[in-house]
């Protein structure tokens, strides 16, 4: 199972929250990362958070085998995750009237509505990629006649 968890699901969410938090931090740092939690969240905790995840996750990705199960079973199992979190995103903001994620006060519902297909859709190009990736490190080998 874990294998299928590292390319169906926790490839694409590295990806994810590897990408959405840094082009978030660099056009407006506050609306992710605000500079008020700098003294109790220290920048070297931040990047092994948000930056060193991809280079380990890449290299997980080229060095591990995959396991025999289809790309359809690793897509569900993505999907589900995808819709499990983003329900639990919405949920929390249901009871506490607070969004987990800061950026989201700013977006209207027209952009919230939105946005999470395209990062469930986002989320996929990454899993096609991760499997990309893992084939050409990993070239099935021929069984000699």
């Known amino acids: 199972m874990g294998k299928r968890l590292?390319?169906?699901v926790s490839f694409c969410a590295v990806c994810i929250v590897f990408s959405l938090f840094w082009t978030i931090w660099a056009i407006?740092?506050?609306?992710?990362?605000?500079?008020?939690l700098?003294?109790?969240y220290p920048h070297w905790m931040n990047m092994n958070e948000h930056f060193w995840?991809?280079?380990?996750?890449?290299f997980n990705i080229l060095t591990i085998e995959r396991p025999k199960f289809s790309k359809k079973s690793s897509s569900c199992l993505l999907?589900?995750?995808s819709f499990f979190?983003?329900?639990l995103l919405i949920h929390i903001?249901?009871?506490t009237g607070k969004w987990?994620?800061?950026f989201f006060n700013v977006l209207k519902f027209s952009h919230l509505v939105a946005f999470f297909p395209i990062v469930f859709s986002i989320a996929g190009c990454f899993h096609n990629f991760g499997f990309y990736l893992n084939a050409k490190a990993n070239p099935e080998k021929k069984k000699s006649v």
């Open 6 to 8: 590292l390319f169906g």
């Open 28 to 36: 407006d740092r506050e609306l992710i990362f605000p500079r008020a």
């Open 38 to 40: 700098d003294p109790y």
């Open 53 to 58: 995840i991809l280079p380990i996750a890449l």
């Open 79 to 81: 999907l589900a995750y």
């Open 85 to 87: 979190y983003g329900g």
């Open 93 to 95: 903001k249901h009871h």
């Open 100 to 102: 987990v994620y800061p």
